[in-house]
């Protein structure tokens, strides 16, 4: 957790899982329940995938993460198949997690899934694995998702908890840009204050692959020996051009 910047608020409520998981006996001898199911949700680039992998070394325990997509088979039956085998290897690994990213790809709401048919037995498995039909005792499902109100209510409603992700104030961005920076592979003289400022509504992700990898690049490219902020403001740039091309197919 202490590798991850920012989230405070979604770290502090994972960290009864980290208890949990740990001891669930404390849990399930005084007849609690904890949750079998987190649904994280938030703007791409938060963290979310960051989190569940920063959860499951806390822990030291086994981590299943796939991409919901992966999950759909190419023949009848293949999705649920899928779905019943990485919930079996979870229990067999118990206390294990299991991480689905992008959920709203599979768990569509019924009024979309006419348009995807191949997703419905993958919303079927998944409602009967999560529902417990055999016992998941020590397994957590954590999803993540940029959109949940595509999501089936069915599907929603077995998430116990719901964790929101938000893009990073002026101090988490500044605290994502020097952990960054601390392990920055080229000497460079940067205005960390300025920084902030210029990366507002952006998301962890984005300072990263798009700023703060762009600039040294630059740097790079033009045999600069040190990274400056003439080579972020080549970042922004970049960044801004790529944005309005995509903008501009909408339009």
């Known amino acids: 957790f202490a590798d991850v910047a920012g989230e405070d608020e979604a770290k502090e409520n994972l960290t009864e899982i980290v208890d949990y998981l740990h001891n669930p006996a404390k849990y399930t001898d005084i007849g609690a329940k904890m949750p079998k199911g987190i649904l994280l949700v938030g703007p791409p680039g938060t963290g979310k995938t960051m989190l569940a992998k920063a959860l499951s070394n806390e822990l030291d325990v086994k981590l299943f993460l796939v991409k919901a997509t992966s999950l759909i088979g190419d023949h009848v039956g293949d999705g649920a198949s899928r779905i019943q085998e990485l919930f079996e290897m979870a229990r067999h ?83 994502i840009i020097e952990l960054n920076l601390a392990t920055f592979p080229m000497e460079y003289d940067l205005d960390v204050e300025k920084l902030v400022k210029l990366t507002k509504r952006m998301s962890g992700r984005d300072i990263k692959d798009k700023i703060l990898k762009n600039a040294l690049h630059n740097a790079i490219i033009n045999d600069h020996d040190t990274v400056t902020m003439e080579d972020i403001d080549f970042a922004l740039k970049v960044t801004k051009v790529k944005k309005d091309e995509v903008k501009g197919m909408f339009e």
């Open 93 to 175: 690994n118990a206390p294990a997690l299991i991480f689905i990213d992008e959920i709203d790809a599979i768990a569509l709401h019924r009024s979309f899934q006419s348009l995807r048919g191949d997703v419905a037995e993958v919303v079927n498995a998944l409602l009967t694995e999560m529902d417990g039909i055999q016992e998941n005792r020590g397994v957590v499902t954590i999803a993540a998702t940029n959109n949940p109100s595509s999501i089936d209510y069915a599907i929603r409603s077995r998430f116990e908890e719901e964790i929101e992700f938000k893009l990073p104030n002026d101090d988490e961005r500044k605290e």
